[in-house]
């Protein structure tokens, strides 16, 4: 697939997203592919992407590593440092979330520019077969991350080397109990509920805002362009609101 240059999939993310249903985790689903440098890596599962000067946060998509604070946290996050900081990577954009960031798979150019047979589908991928991830089951597009990841269990990799690993989706809920491996798909509907239930109780509805000035984080604005249709959040049609609020250009 063609490389696109930023501009370009900018046009093509702000035409998509006008087209997402109003109810329901909106997707762009562009698939298109970005060049970048990782000039950070935030923790087990995200990193800041540069590409023409500008810098992104980015999620890696399908996978939800151990929280920093959690067992493996900091382990998770050195394993992603090891395999991508600083480096040029090949980022397959799948999304945006409701916090600005790009949903990625990444790949290391590298490997793409050689043609070589990667070991590994993506990064996104390799993490969690050398268990530094759990498989984020409400996000999953690829079937083989679940074998990957009962792959690592039984083997006992990583976060797995030790009994009591918690889902990080229950972790940020306080939930310190251990995760039976039977209670990943049901755990993970319940935690998607319930943050929909969140986002509306915390003002994530379509209510009577129309203004940048109105909204209270960069979240919310993407949520009142794309579910509630307030186009004039976006006044240059780029795809992104508030350029102030939600500007990714790091000072």
């Not at 009962?150 to 990080?168: D, T």
């Not at 039977?182 to 935690?191: H, I, K, N, V």
């Not at 959040?233 to 508030?242: A, F, Q």
């Amino acid at each position: 697939m063609t490389l696109l240059r930023l501009g370009s999939f900018r046009r093509l993310l702000a035409s998509s997203l006008t087209l997402t249903l109003a109810f329901g985790v909106a997707a762009a689903q562009a698939n298109e592919q970005l060049l970048a440098k990782v000039v950070q890596v935030k923790d087990g599962d995200s990193v800041v992407l540069r590409a023409d000067k500008i810098e992104y946060e980015a999620r890696l998509g399908e996978i939800d590593a151990p929280e920093y604070d959690q067992a493996w946290g900091k382990s998770a996050r050195q394993a992603l440092k090891r395999l991508v900081r600083r480096k040029t990577v090949q980022a397959t954009i799948q999304d945006i979330d409701a916090y600005g960031r790009l949903v990625v798979l990444l790949r290391l150019q590298e490997q793409v520019q050689s043609g070589s047979q990667a070991a590994y589908a993506s990064v996104n991928h390799q993490l969690v077969a050398e268990g530094h991830a759990w498989v984020y089951r409400d996000h999953l597009r690829d079937p083989k991350l679940l074998q990957l990841e009962a792959e690592a269990r039984s083997q006992g990799l990583g976060l797995w080397s030790k009994n009591g690993a918690v889902a990080p989706w229950l972790y940020r809920r306080g939930e310190r109990r251990p995760t039976a491996p039977d209670q990943g798909a049901a755990a993970e509907l319940l935690y998607s509920v319930s943050a929909a239930l969140r986002r509306v109780t915390d003002g994530f509805s379509c209510r009577r805002k129309t203004y940048c000035s109105q909204m209270n984080s960069c979240g919310e604005a993407h949520f009142y362009l794309r579910h509630c249709g307030v186009s004039r959040l976006d006044g240059d049609n780029d795809g992104k609101p508030c350029e102030r609020l939600c500007s990714a250009r790091r000072r």
